[in-house]
């Protein structure tokens, strides 16, 4: 019996999307349109520049010593310090609308000597000036504090082609979801609601009244 009831249940459920597929169709249409139109232009696109900072240790350096220089030099490049020369350098006079240290990342590989210092910006070629800006910084400021090793740029900037955000593709696709969730709420609403008022008129069924036979 429980077999037959899974069946019967599925049935009804294939039954219900059958008739709503047109709701859930041009919900899921206009979602995703929302989701691509927002993105392409309410949401300003976000671009990224990074630059390679390659680590050069002494001769007879060892590895673990590296890799902790590599961590210092990443912590160097977050400090308040080098952002606040790269904001002169640059000519900004309000170094508080400098938001810098958000759109800073700084990150390498396990057991790499290189450091990718990226920058995101609403300005390509901001983003890229900025990146190259604070390399430079970097190597000036750096042998001030360790002269035991140095650092060389491996790879300068370059002014990105594409956003790394918003994600159209990304957010049509969500927005494509959220539209079918939406989609298959009203669905199931409607045939409740359909299944409640038919409940509600279906008239009660009465036993038949059993005659008696007469006395004669």
């Known amino acids: 019996m429980s077999s037959i009831h899974q069946k019967k249940t599925f049935g009804d459920h294939l039954t219900t999307l059958k008739k709503g597929w047109w709701i859930l169709c041009i919900l899921a249409i206009l979602f995703a349109g929302a989701g691509y139109a927002v993105s392409t232009y309410v949401i300003p696109p976000t671009y990224e520049a990074t630059a390679y900072i390659l680590v050069v240790p002494q001769q007879d350096a060892e590895a673990t010593a590296t890799t902790t220089l590599v961590s210092t030099y990443q912590d160097i490049l977050r400090s308040p310090e080098v952002i606040d020369q790269v904001a002169q ?57 360790i002269k035991t090793s140095s650092t060389e740029v491996f790879s300068t900037a370059r002014i990105p082609t594409k ?25 199931y ?15 009660p069924a009465y036993p038949q009244a059993v005659s008696r036979p007469s006395r004669s």
Do not use: C, H
Request: hydrophobic share 45%; no cysteine.
């Open 89 to 145: 350098k640059m000519d900004v006079t309000d170094k508080r609308i400098f938001d810098l240290t958000d759109r800073l990342t700084v990150s390498s590989n396990l057991d790499s000597q290189v450091i990718a210092l990226s920058i995101t910006d609403r300005s390509a070629e901001q983003a890229a000036i900025q990146a190259n800006t604070m390399t430079e910084v970097f190597q000036d400021y750096l042998p001030q504090l």
């Open 163 to 187: 956003p790394v955000s918003p994600n159209i593709l990304m957010n049509t696709a969500i927005g494509g979801i959220l539209g079918l969730l939406f989609g298959l709420l009203i669905v």
């Open 189 to 203: 609403s409607r045939a409740l609601g359909k299944k409640s008022v038919a409940e509600e008129t279906k008239e």
